[in-house]
């Protein structure tokens, strides 16, 4: 599958499954809620305390599993992982970053402060997924 053809299906949606490499080797996987920027990266919103950070940060490489409401029109993502300093101030990069996230995923928030201050209380950060390769069977039209 071209990688352009899997991003354009995943840029249609926001659900998907990350899978992580845990230090046994073993994959684990986690649902998560993601926006496809303009750019081709995949963004997560995630704290710093789960096992899927604690994993990227020991080993970058990721897949991204996207399903269309059929279950049988799938793509899988392929890439590694780019991780952004913890939220550490409302105002900080990070923390713009999560609210652009947020907006590409859900719109508005009835409270941008009160947002970007629980950013910063629950220790969030960005992922970011750069991807160089990709498989399924999603439609072409």
Same mark, same amino acid.
């Given at each position: 599958m071209e990688l352009t053809h899997a991003l354009a299906?995943?840029?249609?949606?926001?659900?998907?499954?990350?899978?992580?490499? &845990?230090?046994?080797?073993?994959?684990?996987?986690?649902?998560?809620?993601?926006?496809?920027?303009?750019?081709?990266?995949?963004?997560?919103?995630?704290?710093?305390?789960?096992?899927?950070?604690?994993?990227?940060? &020991?080993?970058? &490489?990721?897949?991204?599993?996207?399903?269309?409401?059929?279950?049988?029109?799938?793509v899988v993502l392929e890439g590694t992982a780019e991780l952004t300093p913890i939220a550490a101030d409302p105002a900080d990069g990070t923390v713009d970053e999560l609210v652009a996230l947020y907006r590409a995923v859900a719109g508005e928030h009835p409270n941008w402060d009160e947002f970007r201050r629980e950013m910063v209380a629950d220790s969030r950060l960005v992922v970011r997924l750069h991807f160089d390769h990709a498989y399924g069977m999603a439609p072409t039209g």
């Open positions: 299906f995943v840029r249609e949606r926001h659900q998907g499954v990350v899978t992580t490499i &845990r230090s046994s080797g073993r994959p684990q996987l986690s649902n998560i809620v993601y926006a496809l920027g303009d750019d081709d990266v995949a963004r997560i919103s995630v704290t710093d305390s789960r096992a899927k950070t604690k994993n990227f940060r &020991r080993d970058p &490489r990721a897949s991204l599993y996207v399903v269309d409401d059929d279950f049988w029109s799938y």
